[in-house]
């Protein structure tokens, strides 16, 4: 049973920083991607990064790029979002789901998903 959980949410400024953590336990693949999404209230799931796990390679949105870094820690399956220069419009729940190998940006290629963590970026 493949089990992800997502940590490290919270409310913070406009300009602040948060790490998101995804722990996955479970069986184990040979080549996959962790990636990251977020859906914002009324708003479709947008994707934000991932990961291959096999070479470190990484895609970012738009959005987020040169703001947001993600990055995996082999020896304990977990995956990192670091999230700098956090803006109001950042505000969503953060997912994060194993997929294939390949930087997929569609979350129908993932297949597990955590239950995620809100982020809420607010004065």
């Known amino acids: 049973q493949v089990r992800v959980v997502e940590s490290g949410g919270g409310l913070v400024q406009p300009g602040d920083s948060l790490r998101l953590s995804c722990a996955e336990s479970?069986?184990?693949?040979?080549?996959?991607?962790t990636g990251w999404f977020r859906q914002a209230p009324g708003k479709e799931r947008e994707f934000v990064a991932t990961?291959?796990?096999?070479?470190?390679?990484?895609r970012y949105s738009d959005s987020v790029k040169g703001r947001f870094t993600i990055s995996r820690d082999n020896t304990r399956k977990t995956v990192y979002l670091q999230t700098n220069s956090l803006k109001p419009e950042d505000t969503a729940v953060y997912y994060c789901?194993?997929?294939?190998?390949?930087?997929?940006?569609?979350?129908?290629?993932?297949?597990?998903w955590g239950p995620g963590t809100q982020v809420t970026v607010s004065s």
């Open positions: 789901a194993i997929g294939p190998r390949g930087l997929r940006a569609d979350a129908e290629a993932y297949r597990y």
């Open positions: 479970g069986r184990t693949f040979s080549t996959y991607a």
């Open positions: 990961i291959n796990w096999s070479d470190g390679n990484t």
